[in-house]
């Protein structure tokens, strides 16, 4: 007897599979969102309860799995309190996702913020003559120039920026080197002294090696000099030499910031106006 195999694809078979590929698709992102937190000895100790309460369900431990059960009817509050910052992260992932525009908002502000912390460093060392040099990379990798400095992998302060150039500190000689997440890869780099006739001579090493840095990657760099205070950018061999606080600023925000995009589709606008609606209230 021959069976078809058209009642296997019922919408009662699909819905099952969906429900078990979102099940997974949940726990699998959740795994991911607590991983190297806190939350990871919590949840271990979640699954062990209701471990505790399937052995002791089969061996009929009444007293046992009543108590269990008591501490499961509860739980929902207390997780929501022990994981409360995972799941603002989760939820804040959640708003960044493209159909709310998230991704190209987060995107924007991100670089907004990274400017105002170069900029509150800048300012500092600008006003009391410290030297600094700083390499911001773009779409031509720094590994080579990465490898010579003393990594850090921290996010970008204006604190932590004006520590490592303070004088006579370990790191304050060579380039500090900002990767594409906007994080301080290394300090104390080295980098390729430029040989450019064009350079003016008060212009020290520094401006020597943000020059050569600019001339063999598209990598951005500031400079601050310390005989003047004057802040200078190079990009693509070209040098912008004492530029004032509004002139770095609106170059920076023109090279780093994304632009608007104004392309989206007309259901992408009408849940971004939703979703944003009051939000400036």
Known sequence: MQTSGAHIFT??????????????????????????TKAVQLA?????????RIIAGILQLHTTTWLIDQIVSWSVVGIIVIFQPEIRRGLEHLGRLPIFGGREDSARSESIKFIN????????MSKRRI?????IQQETGLEDYIET??????????????NIFIPNTPLHDGAVIINKDHKI???????PLSDNSM?????????????GISEVTDAITVVVSEETGGVTITRNGRFMVDMTRDEYLKYL?????????????????????IWKWGADR
């Open 11 to 36: 919408w009662g078979n699909l819905s099952t599979i969906l429900d078990v590929l979102i099940i997974w698709f949940v726990v699998y992102h959740l795994v991911i969102l607590i991983r190297g």
């Open 44 to 52: 271990k100790g979640i699954v062990l309860i209701f471990i505790v």
């Open 117 to 124: 912390e170069l900029d509150k460093a800048i300012q500092y």
């Open 131 to 135: 030297g600094a040099l700083i390499t």
């Open 149 to 162: 400095g003393i990594k850090l992998n921290a996010d970008v302060t204006g604190e932590l920026l004006i």
């Open 185 to 191: 890869a290394v300090a104390a780099a080295y980098l």
């Open 199 to 211: 350079i003016p001579k008060r212009l020290g090493t520094r401006h020597r090696a943000a020059v």
């Open 253 to 273: 925000t023109a090279e780093l910031v994304p632009k608007k995009n104004d392309n989206d589709k007309w259901y992408q606008k009408i849940i971004r106006k």
